[in-house]
Antibody, heavy 114, light 110 residues
Framework: QVQLVESGGGVVQPGRSLRLSCAASGFTFSTYLMHWVRQAPGKGLEWVAVISSDGSNSYYADSVRGRFTVSRDNSKNTVYLQMNSLTSEDTAVYHC???????WGQGTLVTVSS | QSALTQPASVSGSPGQSITISCTGTSSDVGGYKYVSWLQQHPGKVPKLMIYEVSNRPSGVSNRFSGSKSGNTASLTISGLQAEDEADYYCISYTSSGTRVFGGGTKVTVL
């Protein structure tokens, strides 16, 4: 069955970097675009970024453009989110989701705090 | 890239029908068929209920239906049940290739 498993979250100081990973299984990963979505504690869903199936195109929310980079390795069935210059506003659970948002990972918590 | 507009809360009695609106612009909701609806119970991962405006994924109850008119998409839940109490979010493709969520609607079953 389809599985998405995020990892890489944790506590990080403001201004530092973190890289999240999302390992996919149970479907032909290389044929689907993938999203990153985050949810701050007690808040709504916020779309973060999307990457095309072959990795050639990516798009970002205004709030993260220039600081976050999404990439993928289709040989490893994994999508990544490199997050730089983190601020407290980036504190959230980060989920990866498949193309139509039909499958989601459980999420990984990123806490930006000094 | 402003969030789509949803009512903060909607309520109804068991068996009733309710409709949640999701208002955007011609650059997102109004311009494309790519509007989806997600259900999220507290502490749970979101679940896709409707995609491409009005399509239901396999396994989703036919009590859930979607539609769109102009820049506003709508999710209707008919025959409201206690298990439908949750937060609901719309999400749309945009003309810049990004996606945008609505602020979310809390559905309460009275």
């Amino acid at each position: 069955q389809v599985q998405l498993v995020e990892s890489g979250g944790g506590v990080v100081q403001p201004g530092r970097s973190l890289r999240l990973s999302c390992a996919a299984s149970g479907f032909t990963f290389s044929t689907y675009l993938m999203h990153w979505v985050r949810q701050a504690p007690g808040k709504g869903l916020e779309w973060v970024a999307v990457i095309s199936s072959d990795g050639s195109n990516s798009y970002y929310a205004d709030s993260v453009r220039g600081r976050f980079t999404v990439s993928r390795d289709n040989s490893k069935n994994t999508v990544y989110l490199q997050m730089n210059s983190l601020t407290s506003e980036d504190t959230a659970v980060y989920h990866c989701a498949r193309q139509e948002a039909d499958y989601w990972g459980q999420g990984t918590l990123v806490t930006v705090s000094s | 890239q402003s969030a789509l507009t949803q009512p903060a809360s909607v309520s109804g009695s068991p068996g009733q029908s309710i409709t949640i609106s999701c208002t955007g612009t011609s650059s997102d909701v109004g311009g494309y068929k790519y509007v989806s609806w997600l259900q999220q119970h507290p502490g749970k991962v979101p679940k896709l209920m409707i995609y491409e405006v009005s399509n239901r994924p396999s396994g989703v109850s036919n009590r859930f239906s979607g539609s769109k008119s102009g820049n506003t998409a709508s999710l209707t839940i008919s025959g409201l049940q206690a298990e439908d109490e949750a937060d609901y979010y719309c999400i749309s493709y945009t003309s810049s290739g990004t996606r945008v969520f609505g602020g979310g609607t809390k559905v309460t079953v009275l």
